[in-house]
Every structure is written in C-alpha cells, then in structure tokens.
C-alpha cells in the first residue's frame, strides 16, 4: 500500500532533549516536505526536500534539522526541544514538485 | 506575503449542501487545493483546480475559481454525517511551497 509513515503518533518529552520524528514514504517520490499544525494557523511548513542530499528552508525552520540521506526517508531532528515546538507535526511526499500531496497520519508532540 | 483565509467552522444538517469559501492573496497561483482531514489522520487531498479553469465538478463536490476575486470555494452537494472533517485550502504557485489555510472544520448534524 502507497503510504507515508511517521513514528511515534505521539511523543512526550522536556525542554532541551533531542528527539528525531522519522518520516518514510513507498512510492518512491523525490519531493518531501514537513509541516507543523497549529489551531487556527493551519499547516506551516518547515522544511522541504526536492531530492536526496537537498533540502531547503520553509516558513517555520527555527529550531528544526533535516536530513535525507535516502530518497525514501526524511527525519525531523529537533536538538534542543522547547515548549514552543509543542505541536501536530505532518510530513508530506510528492511526485510532482509539490503539486499533489500525500501526507502521514502526524505526530502529536508536546514539550514540557 | 502570500496568504489563504477561510471560516473556521460551518454547520449544516445533513442532506444539505455545504458551501466552504477561501480567499487567497497570490494571483500567480497555478494551481488551488482542497484537502479533507478527519480526526486524528493526516491531510488527504479531496480536488484541485487549475488556476484557468472556472469550475470543476466531481461527483457531490463542486470547485469554483473566480480569479479575479481571488476566491475559492467547495461546495459539497448531499452532505452526509462523513462528511464531518477541516477541510484546507491551499494554493501553490510556480514555487515548490503550498500555502494552506487556517482549515474549516465542518459539522453535519443528523
């Protein structure tokens, strides 16, 4: 089944301690994006990726690394965790540049 | 910068029509979107329309671009207790960024 996975659903954890959210996609899509969820803002995008060893900043990038090493795969790092960061996360992969987008299920994190 | 607005919420009763606006800022979009989310699942993408294009129409769900207002809507024919979601406009221009709305979340009452 075509899908993009993100784990953990839901994650718990302090100021200050690193934490990576993973994100990998099956259909083999070179366009890869991470968006945060917030009430009444929407989805803000942090950063995206075009292809493998290419990434770039979106709207929200303070506070967040990336990486994608693997076409397939896109980890969201964020090395020192602060309540602010507390959010609905959601990555996204396309075939198309962007155009059409297949996101995960989220991932619920709140920083304490 | 480039900015998308709708209503925060609608109610309606089922078997009605709903009818969820958008208005968006940048005329250099090409394409429109509508994505569905249901409770605790990611975006799912329900229509899109090209910015030439003034209407399109797929099964109960009717898209209508009228570009020189900068305006979107969705209009969802029959509206059935499933239909109850956020629904998100969004747009993209020639850029690799979509710029979502803030979602409008949808109450069907039996």
């Known amino acids: 089944e075509a899908q993009v996975t993100q784990n953990p659903r839901y994650l718990i954890t302090v100021t200050g301690k690193k934490l990576t959210v993973t994100c990998s996609q099956n259909?083999?899509?070179?366009?890869m994006s991470w968006y945060r969820q917030d009430p009444g803002l929407g989805l803000r995008q942090i950063y995206y990726?075009?292809?493998?060893?290419?990434?770039d900043k979106g709207d929200v990038p303070e506070g967040y690394k990336v990486s994608r090493k693997e076409k397939r795969n896109f980890p969201l790092i964020l090395e020192s965790p602060s309540p602010n960061q507390t959010s609905l996360y959601f990555c996204a992969s396309s075939p198309d540049r962007g155009q059409k987008l297949f996101f995960g299920s989220g991932t619920q994190l709140s920083v304490l | 910068g480039e900015d998308v607005e709708q209503s925060l919420f609608l109610s309606v009763r089922e078997g009605d029509s709903s009818v969820i606006n958008c208005t968006y800022t940048d005329s250099s979009s090409t394409y429109l979107y509508w994505y569905k989310q249901e409770p605790g699942a990611g975006l799912q993408l329900l229509t899109y329309i090209f910015s030439n294009m003034d209407m399109k129409q797929d099964q109960r769900l009717t898209v209508l671009l009228n570009k020189k207002d900068k305006h979107l809507s969705l209009r969802i024919a029959d509206t059935q207790t499933g239909d109850s979601a956020i629904y998100f406009c969004?747009?993209?221009?020639?850029?690799?960024?979509?710029?979502f709305g803030a979602g409008t979340r949808l109450f069907v009452k039996a």
């Open positions: 259909m083999n899509h070179e366009y």
């Open positions: 969004a747009e993209k221009g020639g850029g690799f960024k979509t710029i």
């Open positions: 990726s075009m292809n493998v060893e290419v990434t």
